[in-house]
């Protein structure tokens, strides 16, 4: 067990510093076992039979098993909900196995609890390290004792050689060099200087794992437990953390419902099942084939057995025998039935076509939720946006979207502007007025009264339905017997996401919204979530980094970004629109798990298209532009104006000036044609006359395009985009009048000889049409 800093700290004032064998019982236990080792200690773990029971001893989980965990090994541990991974996990780092090596260094990464929120990021990463904090401590102890006088010659010597043992253990792992180390490890995860001494309480849950994902790697523990690591992480995240996993020198155990990371990173699975942990060496796709085949074939020869043994005397060894295997039996059909209705969402009431709507709206082209011109801030006054350019988005009745993006670009602030959780700043949401919403959250679980159970849970949510109707329906999602008349504090997390899930089944929702659903879910549970969102048949918008997930159940992806609000008819363009790495990996290139979080908008700070001057701007009034072309637009062309077919969601996000002004002030050296520095400009003078044909350099890229000036205000024109049918406000830094070459949006539209292109999102007029 790690010590608290105040026992460290009353046992710092009790012992000898003179006697090296009381400084070295300040260390954690397997420190102490490995230094008072005279070889090195076993990496493994070898214990022939372990039970394991619930904390209360009510179930035995775990059953006269082998715990087995090789030197230098990547597992995986998968079983369902509730049959001990996490106790498992618990019972390790705790030390409540008997037999289980205590000279073994075990971290247990999970989600922060509530008494490690209160520090910085950077102090909570550094105190995390139990050996090098104690070893600090003591450090600091003896150079205090050795400043003093002392007058026997003996003490100092011993003083100073016990010195030089803590400063030799601080120096072989780099102790005084962690600050730097975890620095530069958060950096990387998207803190910057101020986002490091940010507290972590006032984090999301995505930035507090990526904090508790840090503390992990900077520990470097003999053996990793992951439980559920991509737990609220954007793919980014998920990436670094493949990346980390894939070289870290001890043994790691992980637990995830992510198949791709679990499929890339895991070299042998541990499964639980029948109250035993099996163990395959394999990879987890051959694992899951193999286990396929298994069942299979053991449901056969059982049924075949039955069917041979069907009038066997119940007292005979066979009829035992019978008995066993026909329980096997129902229980392996049950939870074949029960995965396919775990998740079951019941049809939802037609809606009407609203007043003033025409008439002739087809059912699935009546708008559920349409979000217009919407801008907003957590705090106008820090003149931090997180969506600055106006953002639209028309949910139909048809719509099933899936919503991807780094933390920090605005996901579940998008969603709840939808639902009127939080309140736009400019614009406005026009709901339909008799659709039902059902709306999981990352943090639903959390909202839930602890001291409640999921019975009574269900009964104050739906006071007029039948108590038996209410237990049934718990029932499916996994929720049965004394789980539904348990405290819900007392209840694994997957327990308490299910519990939500019973509450949105039973009612009948004409727009279904989930964020990040998967956390805490078994693979088998994410099997059976996928198969009812497609069988549901209302609305449907989706968050989440499990890209298996979105694959399956979405027809569109919306990419968010700083910046970005952009919708896409097929996930890997959206990948590649929303993270700068997929193309370059695609190609073969190599891509570090260091380069994916830096060169990717998102994390620990504001990015510069979220941020406005704060004082009063003057209102920036566009001319109206010609009806857009019905052309293809690549994904970083400079336009804001996205039509999308009524058959699944219309789209239109308006540019903004003040997203602009940042990249605007960029250099402009070396760029041809720039007239800058020209005397019109320099005077405030219009240099280009209204009506005037030229070329504009669109900041995300740097390319020029062809462009009509518009307007002239305060110093800066109002451009159309011939090619894109959108306007915007540029300085006079960003035009010019000769063209070296055709402009690149001319070519890229068809593809033309840009070696770049692969491919665009489909974009249409506003008439529909392609």
């Given at each position: 067990m790690v010590k608290t800093q105040d026992l460290l700290t009353q046992q710092l004032e009790r012992i000898d510093f003179t006697k090296r064998e009381e400084i070295v019982k300040l260390l954690p236990i397997y420190k102490q076992l490995q230094l008072n080792a005279r070889k090195p200690l076993p990496k493994g773990v070898n214990i022939p039979e372990y039970t394991m029971k619930t904390p209360y001893g009510d179930q035995i989980l775990l059953s006269g098993t082998e715990l087995i965990i090789e030197p230098n090994r990547r597992q995986c541990l998968v079983g369902p909900n509730s049959s001990g991974k996490t106790l498992l996990f618990n019972n390790m780092v705790n030390a409540n196995i008997e037999g289980f090596p205590a000279h073994l260094h075990v971290h247990h990464c999970r989600e922060l609890e509530l008494n490690e929120l209160g520090n910085t990021v950077i102090d909570t990463v550094i105190n995390s390290h139990p050996y090098l904090n104690t070893l600090l401590r003591i450090e600091t102890k003896l150079k205090t004792l050795l400043s003093s006088e002392i007058t026997d010659k003996k003490i100092a010597d011993a003083y100073k050689g016990n010195l030089d043992l803590i400063a030799s253990q601080i120096n072989a792992i780099g102790g005084h060099q962690a600050e730097d180390k975890a620095s530069k490890m958060l950096r990387v995860l998207g803190f910057d200087d101020i986002g490091q001494k940010k507290l972590v309480s006032s984090l999301s849950g995505g930035l507090k794992m990526r904090v508790a994902l840090c503390m992990a790697f900077f520990i470097e523990a003999d053996l990793l437990l992951l439980d559920e690591p991509t737990n609220h992480l954007d793919f980014p995240s998920v990436l670094w953390l493949e990346n980390r996993l894939r070289g870290y020198k001890g043994s790691f155990i992980l637990v995830s419902h992510d198949r791709e990371l679990l499929k890339n990173v895991c070299t042998s699975v541990a499964l639980i099942e029948d109250k035993m942990i099996k163990y395959y060496n394999s990879g987890f796709l051959e694992f899951e084939k193999k286990k396929t085949l298994e069942d299979k074939k053991k449901y056969e020869e059982i049924e075949k057995f039955l069917k041979k043994n069907e009038n066997a005397n119940p007292h005979t060894q066979i009829g035992r025998q019978r008995l066993d295997k026909k329980n096997w039996s129902d229980a392996y059909h049950a939870k074949l039935v029960a995965l396919q209705c775990k998740f079951t969402f019941p049809a939802p009431v037609a809606l009407t076509i609203p007043p003033g709507e025409d008439p002739n709206t087809k059912p699935e082209n009546i708008s559920i939720i349409n979000l217009k011109n919407v801008r907003f801030s957590y705090d106008v006054s820090t003149g931090h946006y997180i969506f600055n350019e106006?953002?639209?988005?028309?949910?139909?009745?048809?719509?099933?979207?899936?919503?991807?993006?780094?933390?920090?670009?605005?996901?579940?602030?998008?969603?709840?502007?939808?639902?009127?959780?939080?309140?736009?700043?400019?614009?406005?949401?026009?709901?339909?007025?008799?659709?039902?919403?059902?709306?999981?959250?990352?943090?639903?679980?959390?909202?839930?009264?602890?001291?409640?159970?999921?019975?009574?849970?269900?009964?104050?949510?739906?006071?007029?339905?039948?108590?038996?109707?209410?237990?049934?329906?718990?029932?499916?999602?996994?929720?049965?017997?004394?789980?539904?008349?348990?405290?819900?504090?007392?209840?694994?997390?997957?327990?308490?996401?299910?519990?939500?899930?019973?509450?949105?089944?039973?009612?009948?929702?004409?727009?279904?919204?989930?964020?990040?659903?998967?956390?805490?879910?078994?693979?088998?549970?994410?099997?059976?979530?996928?198969?009812?969102?497609?069988?549901?048949?209302?609305?449907?918008?989706?968050?989440?980094?499990?890209?298996?997930?979105?694959?399956?159940?979405?027809?569109?992806?919306?990419?968010?970004?700083?910046?970005?609000?952009?919708?896409?008819?097929?996930?890997?363009?959206?990948?590649?629109?929303?993270?700068?790495?997929?193309?370059?990996?695609?190609?073969?290139?190599?891509?570090?798990?260091?380069?994916?979080?830096?060169?990717?908008?998102?994390?620990?700070?504001?990015?510069?298209?979220?941020?406005?001057?704060?004082?009063?701007?003057?209102?920036?009034t566009n001319s109206p532009a010609p009806t857009p072309v019905a052309a293809t637009i690549p994904a970083d062309a400079p336009t804001k104006v996205v039509e999308i077919a009524p058959a699944t969601t219309t789209t239109t996000t308006v540019s903004s000036e003040s997203s602009k002004i940042v990249a605007e002030q960029k250099s402009t050296e070396n760029v041809v044609g720039s007239s800058s520095s020209s005397p019109a400009a320099q005077n405030g003078e219009s240099e280009y006359a209204v009506g005037e044909k030229c070329q504009a350099r669109y900041s995300a890229d740097g390319r020029w395009y062809n462009v009509i000036v518009r307007d002239y205000q305060s110093g800066k024109y109002q451009v159309f985009y011939v090619d894109y049918g959108n306007t915007e406000f540029l300085p006079v830094s960003s035009l010019r009048r000769a063209a070296a070459k055709p402009p690149a949006a001319a070519a890229r539209k068809t593809g033309g000889n840009n070696p770049n292109y692969k491919g665009q999102p489909r974009h249409q007029n506003n008439n529909g049409k392609h």
């Open positions: 106006p953002i639209s988005f028309n949910v139909l009745q048809s719509t099933r979207v899936g919503v991807m993006g780094p933390n920090g670009a605005g996901k579940s602030t998008f969603l709840k502007l939808l639902t009127h959780k939080l309140i736009a700043n400019e614009g406005t949401v026009t709901p339909h007025p008799d659709f039902k919403l059902a709306y999981f959250g990352q943090h639903s679980t959390a909202e839930l009264n602890m001291e409640a159970t999921p019975m009574s849970f269900m009964q104050e949510s739906f006071p007029k339905v039948n108590v038996g109707q209410l237990r049934n329906h718990l029932g499916k999602t996994g929720i049965v017997g004394n789980v539904a008349d348990t405290r819900i504090s007392d209840l694994s997390y997957s327990a308490r996401s299910c519990t939500v899930f019973a509450k949105l089944t039973l009612a009948c929702p004409h727009l279904l919204i989930m964020d990040e659903p998967t956390n805490f879910l078994d693979l088998e549970s994410v099997d059976s979530l996928i198969s009812a969102c497609n069988k549901y048949k209302g609305a449907l918008l989706l968050v989440s980094h499990n890209r298996d997930f979105l694959r399956k159940c979405a027809r569109q992806y919306l990419s968010i970004v700083p910046g970005r609000f952009e919708l896409y008819d097929d996930l890997k363009t959206a990948e590649k629109a929303t993270y700068t790495f997929i193309q370059e990996m695609e190609e073969g290139g190599k891509v570090g798990g260091k380069d994916v979080l830096l060169n990717n908008p998102g994390g620990g700070t504001v990015h510069s298209s979220q941020k406005v001057d704060v004082t009063p701007a003057k209102p920036i």
